[in-house]
């Protein structure tokens, strides 16, 4: 069964509105959940990693002010983009290292197309 | 600036016949290497971890790390259609600390 949900799986909405994406820990606790950006035959690149009850680390040139992230617990970690463009259209994907090892399991992602 | 290499292909296999992907990486920190694949549309998914040098085999997957050349493959035994798909390698310096570094793929098709 599934380890990692994203909600919502896509959405399209008009430039200059906010869209929140959710992910969720299904099976283990997580204090670290990392969030990715893939456009079109592209690979995944990090962009910042969510820590329980601290701020986000962001990767070099991810805005975080653009970007925001909110682990509200040890199951759920929230990207809100924040003023949405087209150039943000991309495919976002979380991910939940495993409690034991290194292994990070993949949520399903979440499509965003900014008109 | 840690970086992972792969060629992007389409790497072209006929069925039934091996395929070997090939990964580099420049971080000598690394400790953990994955091979994830991802289908057009869908998010990746692991096929193999590998942490130390030699090989691991899981089915028809073999993997292959070699820390002193910072090399990383992945062999497909018995190559399906189904294996059609483009495969992602990907490295951390270990602990789970860190996200992923991805390399931008090998495109990998199975001709029936």
């Known amino acids: 069964g599934a380890v990692v949900s994203q909600h919502p799986s896509w959405v399209i909405c008009k430039s200059g509105t906010s869209v929140k994406i959710e992910c969720r820990s299904l099976d283990f606790q997580a204090t670290t959940m990392f969030w990715y950006r893939q456009f079109p035959k592209q690979s995944l690149m990090l962009m910042a990693t969510s820590n329980e009850g601290s701020k986000a680390t962001y990767e070099q040139g991810v805005e975080k002010d653009k970007f925001l992230i909110n682990h509200a617990s040890l199951t759920l970690s929230t990207l809100t983009v924040t003023s949405a463009h087209p150039e943000d259209s991309s495919f976002y994907i979380c991910s939940v290292p495993a409690r034991v090892g290194e292994t990070q399991y993949f949520g399903p992602g979440t499509r965003l197309l900014v008109l | 600036q840690k970086e992972v290499e792969q060629n992007s292909g389409p790497l072209s296999v006929p069925e039934g016949a091996i395929a070997s992907l090939n990964c580099t990486y420049s971080?000598?920190?690394?400790?953990?290497f994955f091979w994830y694949r991802q289908y057009s549309g869908k998010s990746p998914e692991l096929i193999m971890s590998i942490y130390s040098n030699g090989d691991k085999e899981d089915g028809r997957f073999t993997a292959q790390l070699n820390k002193a050349s910072q090399y990383v493959s992945l062999l497909i035994r018995d190559s399906q259609p189904s294996d059609s798909a483009t495969y992602l390698c990907?490295?951390?310096?270990?602990?789970?600390?860190?996200?992923?570094?991805f390399g931008k793929g090998t495109h990998l098709i199975i001709q029936p």
């Open positions: 971080d000598r920190v690394s400790q953990s």
């Open positions: 990907a490295a951390n310096s270990g602990g789970g600390a860190d996200g992923l570094t």
